[in-house]
């Protein structure tokens, strides 16, 4: 096995919930060495038990960490944080905007004694200019910002959001980008960054499809359940099957063709109704009922099976219990199994960011919280026995 592409890299990750930790996840997964730091409580969603809620998103998100826990309320708190910034590559953070600030622990207070630092910021906003600057912001409240919870839902429905929390996670690859662009920045430069990752620019360009029929219609089109936004492609829907549904979409002519020959309707590839994607979006209604009648006679295995067949963009809808044992990421090594009392086998997820012959670093427990204060401040700053003592009895550390 090949060295990781970020071996010798060293991170103080401060991310809370989900963004900041997939970053640093990620970053464990290349190669580099990530200590996490805690408040002396804990993360925010660090689990009590196995059985908790946030058992799986901690633990996934913080195997291969070390845990250290300091509390920044404190002078010599702040003070270790400091000296640990002269020594690390990178420090990372999700707080709240100005939080880090309030500690005399942003980019300009670090920077300023550790020029070749990369200061790493994941916020609702952004944190450098702009009238939200310092607004409050997860996922849920950025789907509703971006658009994206205006476009989801049906015609006749409310806006909704989606359960997949895909703006924290994609905020999250996009700080990890930063902080690999700014690292190899300073490979040539020898300089620093700042990396500054606002939420709300991950999340607008995920609606190209929802803008692009905005400005082709001229105005607000009605949300479309799971039909295309402006209703110009036909099929591109959810299907009934036999056993749950089928999505399936057609975006060329030769689509439309393929899945004539699926349905075993050769004679529909002649017909004026759904002769081009403008006939197809005139009837879609009728489309729909078309495509349903033959999908819902099937189960979803042998519609997906004739679909691949046919050449048709197909996939079953999966459930949560059959995505958690997908065939084909447990082959690829994207999911991996780890049993644990009252929980039984679950599937923790790799990193999607993959290198030719470089298998990504095995998955090892998630440390208790603090575990490995001891260790990183005496390597780092050479504390010894005495001073973690008294730091400990003074509330500072754990």
């Known amino acids: ?85 002269k020594k690390v590559d990178v420090v990372l953070q999700n707080f709240a905007p100005g939080t880090m600030e309030k500690f005399g622990l942003g980019y300009t207070d670090l920077i300023a004694e550790n020029p070749r630092l990369i200061y790493a910021m994941g916020t609702g906003y952004g944190s450098s200019e702009g009238p939200y600057r310092d607004f409050l912001g997860m996922d849920i409240t950025l789907q509703a910002m971006s658009g994206a919870m205006s476009v989801t839902g049906e015609e006749d429905g409310p806006p909704l959001k989606t359960p997949a929390a895909y703006i924290d996670f994609m905020a999250g690859a996009h700080l990890y980008g930063g902080i690999v662009t700014a690292l190899f920045a300073r490979s040539v430069s020898g300089k620093g960054a700042a990396v500054d990752i606002s939420m709300q620019d991950c999340a607008f360009p995920t609606l190209s499809t929802a803008i692009g029929s905005f400005y082709s ?7 479309a359940g799971s039909r295309h936004p402006a209703k110009t492609v036909s099929p591109y829907n959810v299907y009934k099957a036999k056993d749950g549904h089928v999505a399936i979409i057609c975006i060329r002519e030769g689509h439309w063709k393929k899945i ?61 219990s059959e995505s958690v044992n997908d065939v084909h990421m447990l082959s690829r090594g994207s999911l991996k199994k780890k049993t644990y009392s009252e929980l039984g086998d679950v599937s923790f997820f790799q990193t999607p960011i993959r290198f030719q012959d470089i298998d990504p670093p095995e998955l090892k427990e998630v440390r208790q919280l603090g575990e490995d204060t001891n260790s990183v401040l005496s390597e780092f700053l050479s504390f010894d026995t005495e001073k973690l003592d008294s730091l400990e009895t003074e509330g500072v550390i754990v």
């Open 1 to 85: 096995m090949n060295q990781q592409p970020l071996a010798g890299i060293t991170v103080l990750d401060f991310g809370q919930v989900y963004n900041g930790p997939y970053c640093g996840f990620l970053l464990t997964q290349a190669g580099a060495r990530v200590i996490k730091v805690e408040s002396l409580i804990g993360e925010t969603i660090r689990p009590k038990k196995n059985k908790d809620i946030s058992f799986f998103p901690f633990n996934n998100l913080n195997f291969n960490k070390e845990c250290i826990a300091i509390d920044l309320k404190k002078a010599p708190g702040r003070e270790i944080v400091r000296a640990l910034s």
């Open 217 to 223: 219609e001229g105005e607000e089109l009605p949300r």
């Open 260 to 320: 004539c020959d699926a349905m075993g309707k050769p004679e529909l590839k002649e017909d004026p109704r759904f002769s081009g994607a403008k006939a197809r979006g005139e009837n879609i209604d009728e489309v729909d009922h078309l495509v349903t009648e033959w999908t819902s006679r099937l189960k979803r295995e042998t519609i997906f099976k004739i679909a691949q067949e046919c050449g048709v963009i197909c996939a079953p809808v999966q459930t949560i």
